[in-house]
């Protein structure tokens, strides 16, 4: 029996006829990838598969000369073909028009999905060829390129389990919280993975007083404020690096505080998928970016009481509650700020239960005068004000209610202020103290380095003794800085102090109107006992209905006048017209009828507290009441003839205010001449249409549309009246 010789036959001898010589004239490029810069460190097989490839290009037909080896250390920055370094220099720098043969161990390695599959068509349209293990493949061919397609569905479909599986370990351990995440300030991870408290005393420390501080102050900016001026900093340990695990202090900032109060590890809740990485947002070739928080209702896994808690879970629940009540937004009450409105944010509208805002004007001499607005309807959909009111008449209204509250408290209030106080200057000097004790043991501990140096050795010896210098001016520095401080503020209340937080505390208004009192502290003290307050104004009257929720639930209710602009607001206008009118009539002069006006008990507008003269004399002008000098000066005047008024007169007939015509007249939009009396007394000339406009007019200023009255001049033809034409200043016609 003859023996049958086998003989093996390497994947490239079947693709002599894929290859043409046009093709070996180009570049043969072997493409090897590693998945990190340390397994090219680690793992030589790479290295050993450039040689085999380069042989193998050789058997090919390359010449040595013209066969390019291509590495990829990609980590884990590149998403896909298009993001690897390698790739692209063989794209853009080489190009694939000099490239004839693309060889890798395999073509799985150099593209993983189907996407990526179709981005090498680029070497179809080139004419180049690739190359593995398996054969060679010309993209420029129908089976070939059927090959590739499947062997890159498979490829990504193999991926797709591999991360499915690790995805559901990961998940597993979550749910048993063995995953080791990131940890906050005031948190350290021993050798075996368990948690605990940083073993820094003053670490602890700066992190307990961020959330008293918090609870205390309740915004960020106050806490951030509050560190600064007391010269506290926080201990960061060092996560990467060659000090890693190092404890730093680094001044205090926004984002590290706001993190803080936001993190539930606090609460010692092991959270597992609170960020996500969103693909829009990824920079190529930044690792870390496109990271974005996860909301709290689609994390992966979350386990109460997993670690050691600074906080309880409510308190947790409360920061976090505060914090979104900080944000200025039209759902939220915003944070404290220094403008004079002192419930600004819990006011809200008794019509459409829309929260109200505050809007400053700029009194005479007076600062700031806060106004409350109901404008949702206004500012998203362009309608009117529900309802608007001075803030001045609120906040004393506010002010009461809440001093009145306050008042059987007093003497409980001051020893808890004191308490207070007394307990923050505590942790502060502690934690002073503790920085005063670090800095004491780095320098004895230079001192002791110095010591045990030989002091022959000179060149050690001279560093050594500047770090010791350095380590007794820094201990020298702290020192003479905490002398200030203590100075400043004492750890223990002064019986001085004492006693004038007890003499505040009896004096409650007094407390309030304190020039050291800011409005921030006054805002503070409301929003602690004041959940809500709902203001409704009733109709266009100086009337206010006000309902008061306070902190648990009780309400109060009760009225309020608010200033009004014109005299046929309030509520008793119409009272007040007829004692005025008849008052005039009686004779009575302007002083004497406002003397008795105020004896009577009747205010003017605007919240004044008494009738004036010249105020007497224009709410009689409005109701058309005539001087005892016009009467006589109209008892010597001829007859005016038709259509002829009186200036008061026609302001009586109109309804229109007697300045306001006066006005009406010097603009040019009411024919009008005056009289040769000694007066110069005005006399208007008005048939019955122009009556009836001038009533219209007087209806379209108190409505407020100035835009539609800019339409209507656009559009509408100015009518000519009986005297004649007004000019193009006119007022517009109805």
Request: with cysteine; hydrophobic share 40%.
């Amino acid at each position: 029996m003859s023996a049958v010789s086998t003989t093996v036959t390497a994947p490239w001898a079947g693709g002599e006829g894929k290859v043409r010589p046009w093709q070996r004239d180009r570049l043969a490029v072997i493409y090897v990838r590693q998945s990190t810069p340390q397994q090219v460190l680690d793992h030589a097989e790479s290295t050993r598969l450039q040689y085999g490839l380069t042989q193998r290009a050789v058997d090919l037909g390359w010449s040595p000369s013209r066969v390019l080896v291509i590495e990829e250390d990609l980590g884990h920055s590149a998403s896909g073909l298009q993001d690897r370094p390698g790739f692209q220099r063989l794209v853009t720098e080489i190009g694939l028009d000099h490239v004839g043969l693309v060889l890798g161990s395999e073509m799985s390695r150099l593209a993983r999905c189907g996407r990526e599959w179709h981005q090498l068509e680029l070497c179809a349209l080139s004419g180049a060829v690739l190359a593995d293990i398996d054969g060679i493949y010309d993209p420029a061919e129908y089976n070939d390129r059927m090959l590739l397609g499947l062997k890159g569905t498979i490829s990504e479909a193999e991926l797709h389990l591999i991360k499915q599986r690790m995805w559901n370990g990961r998940i597993g351990k979550a749910r048993r919280g063995e995953p080791a995440v990131p940890l906050p300030v005031g948190y350290g991870r021993l050798p075996d993975g368990e948690v605990v408290f940083d073993p820094d005393e003053q670490v602890q420390a700066v992190v307990r007083l961020v959330f008293d501080l918090f609870d205390e102050l309740a915004t960020v900016n106050a806490v951030l404020r509050f560190l600064v001026d007391h010269g506290i900093q926080m201990g960061i340990r060092v996560r990467a690096g060659p000090e890693r695990g190092r404890l730093v202090w680094r001044r205090p900032g926004r984002i590290v505080l706001q993190n803080m109060l936001r993190h539930p590890a606090y609460a010692g809740v092991y959270v597992y998928g609170r960020s996500r990485t969103d693909p829009r947002r990824r920079w190529p070739g930044g690792p870390f970016t496109g990271r974005v928080r996860t909301p709290r209702e689609d994390r992966l896994v979350c386990l109460p009481g997993v670690l050691p808690a600074y906080i309880s879970t409510e308190r947790h629940e409360r920061n976090l509650a505060r914090i979104e009540a900080n944000r200025a937004r039209a759902q939220s009450m915003g944070a404290l700020r220094d403008g004079p409105a002192l419930p600004a944010g819990l006011v809200f509208c008794g019509r459409c239960e829309k929260r109200m805002v505050v809007r400053y004007q700029r009194g005479e001499g007076k600062g700031l005068r806060p106004a409350y607005e109901c404008s949702r309807a206004k500012t998203d959909y362009g309608g009117e004000l529900c309802q608007q009111l001075s803030g001045v008449c609120v906040d004393r209204y506010v002010t009461g209610l809440l001093l009145a509250a306050m008042a059987p408290a007093a003497l409980e209030v001051s020893l808890q202020a004191a308490e207070q106080a007394q307990l923050r200057r505590g942790e502060v000097d502690r934690i002073w103290r503790q920085r005063l004790e670090r800095a004491d043991y780095a320098a004895g501990r230079a001192r002791r380095q110095y010591q045990l140096a030989e002091p022959e050795n000179r060149l050690v010896v001279r560093e050594l003794e500047k770090d010791w210098e350095r380590a007794l001016a820094e201990l020298q520095r702290l020192g003479e800085a905490y002398d200030r401080f203590a100075a400043a503020r004492p750890r223990l209340l002064t019986a001085a102090e004492r006693d004038q937080i007890r003499t505040l505390a009896a004096d409650l208004p007094a407390l309030w109107r304190a020039p050291t009192t800011t409005d921030a502290d006054r805002k503070q003290l409301i929003r602690h006992l004041i959940e809500k307050v709902h203001l409704t104004v009733i109709g266009d009257s100086e009337r206010v209905t006000a309902q008061v929720t306070w902190v648990g639930g009780h309400r109060t209710r009760s009225e309020l006048a608010r200033p009004v602009a014109r005299p046929d607001q309030l509520g008793y206008y119409p009272q007040l017209a007829a004692r005025a009118r008849a008052l005039a009539a009686a004779g009575h002069s302007a002083p004497a009828v406002a003397k008795i006006l105020n004896a009577e008990g009747f205010r003017p507008p605007k919240r004044r507290a008494h009738f004036g003269t010249q105020g007497v004399r224009r709410l009689l002008q409005e109701l058309g009441c005539v001087s005892r000098q016009e009467q006589n000066l109209r008892q010597k005047a001829p007859s005016l003839g038709p259509h002829r008024w009186w200036l008061t007169d026609l302001a009586r007939e109109t309804g229109v205010p007697r300045v306001t015509l006066f006005g009406w007249i010097k603009r040019g939009w009411v024919t009008a001449h005056q009289q040769h009396d000694s007066r110069r007394s005005w006399v208007v000339h008005a048939g019955p249409a122009e009556v009836e406009r001038l009533r219209r007019l007087h209806r379209q200023s108190r409505g407020h549309r100035p835009r539609q009255a800019w339409l209507d001049h656009q559009q509408a033809a100015i009518i000519p009246n009986e005297e004649g034409t007004r000019g193009d200043d006119a007022e517009p016609q109805l």
